[in-house]
C-alpha cells in the first residue's frame, strides 16, 4: 500500500452505509404517469441537492412499465415528479451545485450518453458523442463551481475518466487506465478527482489526482467497484469500500496520512455517504 498524507483530519462526520442483506426493504411510490415498478432493485437513489422553494428535492432512477426514468421527490414523499420522458433508460442523476439543472445518463440517442436537463426536466441537451469511439459514457459529476463535469467513458477493455465543460465543450482525457476506471468523485475545493480502478469483481485501487497537474497523492491498493469514494464536506477525508485479505468487504477512510478501517461485519457493505 502507498499513500501520501494529506491534510491534518477534523472533527469526524458521521457516515451512512448501505449493507447487502438477504432481505431487501422495498416501497411504493405515490401515483403518478407511468409509475415505477416496485419491490427490491426498483429503484435507485442519487443525489439530494435541489430545492423547490426552499423545499430539498431528491432525485433517483426507476424502473417502469415504459423505461427507466428519473424523478425527483420531496423528503417527506410529497410532490413525486416524473422528469424525463419517452421509452429510454435514463439514470445516474447528478445535481448541479447551483441547484437549477441535472446531468445524466440516458440511451436515447441509441447508445448511453451523458445529457443535461433542468432541474424540472426541461431542455434536455446532450453533452457527449462518443459514437465513434465506441465506449459508453456514464456516472457524471459537477466540479464543486459547477463549471466543469467529470464522467467515465467505457470500452470492453478500459473505462476512462474525462473531464468537460457543462456545456459539453472542451472534452479532455483526465486518465488513461490500464483496467477500468469508474465512480469519479471531485474533491469539495475542486483540486483533486477520486476514483477506483481495476478489473469487474476484482481488486481495485483508490487513485487520487489532481486537477491541474494530473500528478497522485496518494494510491490505496484494497478498493473494490461497489461504488464512489466519498469525500468528507471538508474535504481532508475519504471514504471508500474496501475489501481484506480475508475477502471481507468493509468501509475505510483515508485521512490524517492513514488509512482506517471504520466498519468490521460480516455483512457486504457498499456505498457510504457522508453527513453534510
Same mark, same amino acid.
Given at each position: 500500500?502507498?499513500? =501520501?498524507?494529506?491534510?491534518?483530519?477534523?472533527?469526524?462526520?458521521?457516515?451512512?452505509?448501505?449493507?447487502?442483506?438477504?432481505?431487501?426493504?422495498?416501497?411504493?411510490?405515490?401515483?403518478?404517469?407511468?409509475?415505477?415498478?416496485?419491490?427490491?432493485?426498483?429503484?435507485?437513489?442519487?443525489?439530494?441537492?435541489?430545492?423547490?422553494?426552499?423545499?430539498?428535492?431528491?432525485?433517483?432512477?426507476?424502473?417502469?412499465?415504459?423505461?427507466?426514468?428519473?424523478?425527483? @421527490?420531496?423528503?417527506?414523499?410529497?410532490?413525486?415528479?416524473?422528469?424525463?420522458?419517452?421509452?429510454?433508460?435514463?439514470?445516474?442523476?447528478?445535481?448541479?451545485?447551483?441547484?437549477?439543472?441535472?446531468?445524466?445518463?440516458?440511451?436515447?440517442?441509441?447508445?448511453?450518453?451523458?445529457?443535461?436537463?433542468?432541474?424540472?426536466?426541461?431542455?434536455?441537451?446532450?453533452?457527449?458523442?462518443?459514437?465513434?469511439?465506441?465506449?459508453?459514457?456514464?456516472?457524471?459529476?459537477?466540479?464543486?463551481?459547477?463549471?466543469?463535469?467529470?464522467?467515465?467513458?467505457?470500452?470492453?477493455?478500459?473505462?476512462? @475518466?474525462?473531464?468537460?465543460? =457543462?456545456?459539453?465543450?472542451?472534452?479532455?482525457?483526465?486518465?488513461?487506465?490500464? =483496467?477500468?476506471?469508474?465512480?469519479?468523485?471531485?474533491?469539495?475545493?475542486?483540486?483533486?478527482? =477520486?476514483?477506483?480502478?481495476?478489473?469487474?469483481?476484482?481488486?481495485?485501487?483508490? @487513485? @487520487?489526482?489532481?486537477?491541474?497537474?494530473?500528478?497522485?497523492?496518494?494510491?490505496?491498493?484494497?478498493?473494490?467497484?461497489?461504488?464512489?469514494?466519498?469525500?468528507?464536506?471538508?474535504?481532508?477525508?475519504?471514504?471508500?469500500?474496501?475489501?481484506?485479505?480475508?475477502?471481507?468487504?468493509?468501509?475505510?477512510?483515508?485521512?490524517?496520512?492513514?488509512?482506517?478501517?471504520?466498519?468490521?461485519?460480516?455483512?457486504?457493505?457498499?456505498?457510504?455517504?457522508?453527513?453534510?
Amino acid at each position: 500500500m502507498h499513500y =501520501a498524507p494529506c491534510a491534518a483530519s477534523r472533527r469526524p462526520r458521521a457516515i451512512c452505509v448501505a449493507l447487502l442483506a438477504p432481505a431487501l426493504l422495498s416501497f411504493t411510490l405515490a401515483a403518478c404517469a407511468d409509475e415505477p415498478t416496485t419491490g427490491p432493485g426498483a429503484a435507485t437513489a442519487s443525489s439530494a441537492a435541489s430545492t423547490d422553494g426552499g423545499q430539498p428535492r431528491i432525485a433517483f432512477n426507476a424502473s417502469t412499465s415504459n423505461g427507466r426514468h428519473i424523478y425527483a @421527490i420531496n423528503p417527506d414523499g410529497s410532490r413525486l415528479t416524473r422528469l424525463t420522458r419517452g421509452s429510454s433508460l435514463n439514470h445516474a442523476a447528478a445535481w448541479s451545485p447551483d441547484r437549477r439543472r441535472i446531468a445524466f445518463v440516458s440511451n436515447r440517442s441509441g447508445r448511453s450518453e451523458i445529457h443535461v436537463m433542468d432541474a424540472n426536466g426541461k431542455n434536455v441537451r446532450q453533452l457527449t458523442n462518443f459514437a465513434s469511439s465506441g465506449a459508453s459514457v456514464g456516472t457524471p459529476s459537477w466540479s464543486p463551481d459547477g463549471t466543469k463535469i467529470v464522467f467515465v467513458a467505457t470500452n470492453p477493455a478500459t473505462g476512462d @475518466i474525462y473531464v468537460m465543460d =457543462a456545456d459539453g465543450s472542451n472534452v479532455t482525457q483526465f486518465s488513461a487506465c490500464t =483496467a477500468a476506471c469508474e465512480y469519479p468523485s471531485w474533491s469539495p475545493d475542486g483540486a483533486w478527482i =477520486a476514483y477506483p480502478s481495476g478489473v469487474a469483481s476484482g481488486p481495485h485501487t483508490v @487513485i @487520487i489526482q489532481s486537477v491541474a497537474e494530473g500528478r497522485t497523492l496518494g494510491l490505496v491498493a484494497n478498493a473494490t467497484d461497489t461504488g464512489r469514494p466519498r469525500w468528507s464536506p471538508a474535504g481532508t477525508e475519504l471514504a471508500y469500500v474496501g475489501r481484506d485479505a480475508a475477502g471481507q468487504v468493509d468501509v475505510y477512510v483515508i485521512g490524517g496520512g492513514q488509512v482506517r478501517r471504520i466498519t468490521n461485519s460480516a455483512a457486504q457493505e457498499q456505498f457510504p455517504s457522508w453527513a453534510q
